[in-house]
Every structure is written in structure tokens, then in C-alpha cells.
């Protein structure tokens, strides 16, 4: 019993969870993997009707566990990618304002298409659980097709991707124009250290002059005769 299909498939659904919330994504998914495989062999060995279909619904429901698992995986390295901008971005001199409000109209875009690939994850529930609300709840909408949902989060996690390139492209276009604002302004301080000192300012040179000859006044030998 201890080895038996069934157990050792719950217990790598259990371990899966466990690899979920430590952000081992690719560790739950191969948990998943083995759990699907373990109920399709426990499919082989019984013969009864409702064991089989309880088994299959429990096959679909690790199926479907593979896709989103992956979805969480990239939604994960997207959010890495963001918070390593923001930390460079913190670190980077002052754009102007135009520039901020474009990359928080870009950061905001990524936002909201994560919120909607989580609104799409939530309807990947296991079959039975669906059938169950829709059966206490008359009127109710049918949810989309998994298949549809699961092509709408391929569509979404493609979007994503497109926008952090984006996002990554204008940070590598911002880091290059500091650079070169770097290197010209070293090129400024270098000229001018090359230019040559001014000598010192030297006193005008004085001369003397030489003073006038004093004036000599003769007396008038006319007024002296008369």
C-alpha cells in the first residue's frame, strides 16, 4: 500500500505545493509530471468504473497543474526582471520627466496583463469543483474552456515578454546616453587641464622724466638808460 500508485501520487502533489512556495518551479512541475504518470498506471490496474473516472478527473487535474506551473514560472522571472530595473533605475541619474512617466506607463502595462494571466489562472480548476458550483448555482455562466484559457495565458505570457524587452531596451538606451554624457564631460575637464597657464601680470614699467630748465628773467637795459 505504501508504494502503491495512488499514494505516491499524492505525495508529489504534496511536494509540488511545498516546490511551489519556495519558487522551485521547475521542481513542482516534475512532481506533477510523475503524479500524472502514477494515476495513468493506476488507471491500468483497476477495473472499476468509478475508480477509473475519479482517477482520470485527479489525471486532469495534474495536467493542468503543468501549464499553470509554467505560467507561474514566467510570471516569476518577469518579476524578477522588473525589480532588478527598478533597482538599477534607482541607481541611474535623473531623467526628465517625460522619460518617468513613459516607463511607468510601460510598468503599469505589464501590471495590469500579469492581473489578467491571475484572473485566468483562477478559472484552471479541477473539473469536479466547476461542476460542483454550477450545480448549486442555476443561472450561472459556464467559465471559458481550459484549452481557451490556456491559449489566452500563452497570448498574455507572450505580451509580457514583449513589454519587459521593452522595458529593458529603454533602460539599455538611458544607461548608454549617461555614458556618453559621462565621457564628454571628462573629455571637457581634460582640455581644459591642456591649456597653457597665463603668465603673471607685470607692472607697468615708469620713466622719469626729465624736470624743465628754470626760467631766467634779464632786466631792461632801455628803462635803465632813460
Given at each position: 500500500?505504501?508504494?502503491?500508485?495512488?499514494?505516491?501520487?499524492?505525495?508529489?502533489?504534496?511536494?509540488?505545493?511545498?516546490?511551489?512556495?519556495?519558487?522551485?518551479?521547475?521542481?513542482?512541475?516534475?512532481?506533477?509530471?510523475?503524479?500524472?504518470?502514477?494515476?495513468?498506471?493506476?488507471?491500468?490496474?483497476?477495473?472499476?468504473?468509478?475508480?477509473?473516472?475519479?482517477?482520470?478527473?485527479?489525471?486532469?487535474?495534474?495536467?493542468?497543474?503543468?501549464?499553470?506551473?509554467?505560467?507561474?514560472?514566467?510570471?516569476?522571472?518577469?518579476?524578477?526582471?522588473?525589480?532588478?530595473?527598478?533597482?538599477?533605475?534607482?541607481?541611474?541619474?535623473?531623467?526628465?520627466?517625460?522619460?518617468?512617466?513613459?516607463?511607468?506607463?510601460?510598468?503599469?502595462?505589464?501590471?495590469?496583463?500579469?492581473?489578467?494571466?491571475?484572473?485566468?489562472?483562477?478559472?484552471?480548476?479541477?473539473?469536479?469543483?466547476?461542476?460542483?458550483?454550477?450545480?448549486?448555482?442555476?443561472?450561472?455562466?459556464?467559465?471559458?474552456?481550459?484549452?481557451?484559457?490556456?491559449?489566452?495565458?500563452?497570448?498574455?505570457?507572450?505580451?509580457?515578454?514583449?513589454?519587459?524587452?521593452?522595458?529593458?531596451?529603454?533602460?539599455?538606451?538611458?544607461?548608454?546616453?549617461?555614458?556618453?554624457?559621462?565621457?564628454?564631460?571628462?573629455?571637457?575637464?581634460?582640455?581644459?587641464?591642456?591649456?597653457?597657464?597665463?603668465?603673471?601680470?607685470?607692472?607697468?614699467?615708469?620713466?622719469?622724466?626729465p624736470a624743465p630748465p628754470p626760467t631766467v628773467f634779464l632786466p631792461?637795459?632801455?628803462?635803465?638808460?632813460?
Open positions: 500500500m505504501e508504494n502503491s500508485p495512488l499514494l505516491l501520487a499524492h505525495q508529489n502533489d504534496r511536494k509540488a505545493d511545498n516546490h511551489i512556495l519556495c519558487k522551485r518551479f521547475d521542481d513542482a512541475l516534475s512532481c506533477h509530471k510523475t503524479a500524472a504518470e502514477l494515476l495513468l498506471h493506476a488507471m491500468q490496474l483497476t477495473s472499476v468504473t468509478r475508480a477509473v473516472e475519479a482517477l482520470h478527473l485527479q489525471y486532469d487535474y495534474h495536467k493542468r497543474q503543468e501549464d499553470i506551473v509554467q505560467v507561474k514560472k514566467v510570471q516569476f522571472e518577469i518579476h524578477k526582471k522588473i525589480v532588478e530595473y527598478q533597482r538599477r533605475k534607482m541607481t541611474m541619474e535623473k531623467k526628465t520627466t517625460q522619460k518617468e512617466k513613459k516607463d511607468q506607463d510601460l510598468q503599469w502595462a505589464i501590471f495590469r496583463t500579469m492581473e489578467e494571466a491571475d484572473s485566468l489562472l483562477g478559472m484552471l480548476v479541477p473539473k469536479e469543483v466547476l461542476e460542483a458550483e454550477l450545480s448549486t448555482s442555476p443561472g450561472h455562466k459556464r467559465p471559458k474552456d481550459d484549452r481557451i484559457v490556456i491559449e489566452e495565458l500563452h497570448t498574455l505570457n507572450t505580451q509580457l515578454r514583449a513589454l519587459v524587452s521593452q522595458l529593458l531596451a529603454q533602460l539599455e538606451a538611458s544607461e548608454r546616453q549617461v555614458e556618453a554624457l559621462k565621457i564628454r564631460l571628462r573629455t571637457y575637464e581634460e582640455d581644459d587641464s591642456r591649456l597653457p597657464e597665463l603668465p603673471p601680470l607685470e607692472m607697468v614699467q615708469q620713466y622719469d622724466f631792461n637795459k632801455g628803462q635803465n638808460e632813460s
